[in-house]
């Protein structure tokens, strides 16, 4: 399982953490997705051999928001 910290500047509100947590939930492979509103970041826990980190990036930034790290 590799575990990943990113960047999500815009996050800032409830409505922010239940879109971002839904969209990478529904990806395969995902062990575990926390937004924490207050740092405006999004902790990822998933199995590299079934989903890799830009899928992830690449969920997050569907729902509207820009991903760093
Ligand atoms: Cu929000």
């Known amino acids: 399982m590799t575990q ?3 960047q999500v500047p815009e ?3 409830d409505h ?3 879109s971002i947590e839904g969209a990478v939930s529904e990806l395969s ?4 997705v926390d937004v924490a509103i207050s740092e ?4 990822v826990d998933f199995d ?7 899928s992830i990036k690449s969920a997050i930034e569907e729902q ?3 991903v760093f790290g």
Not at 40 to 43: D, G, Q
Not at 48 to 54: K, P
């Open 4 to 6: 990943k910290t990113l």
């Open 48 to 54: 590299e051999s079934r989903v890799d980190l830009d």
């Open 16 to 18: 922010c953490k239940v």
């Open 40 to 43: 405006a970041t999004v902790s």
């Open 29 to 32: 492979g995902i062990n575990r």
């Open 64 to 66: 509207g928001y820009a």
């Open 11 to 13: 996050v800032h509100c």
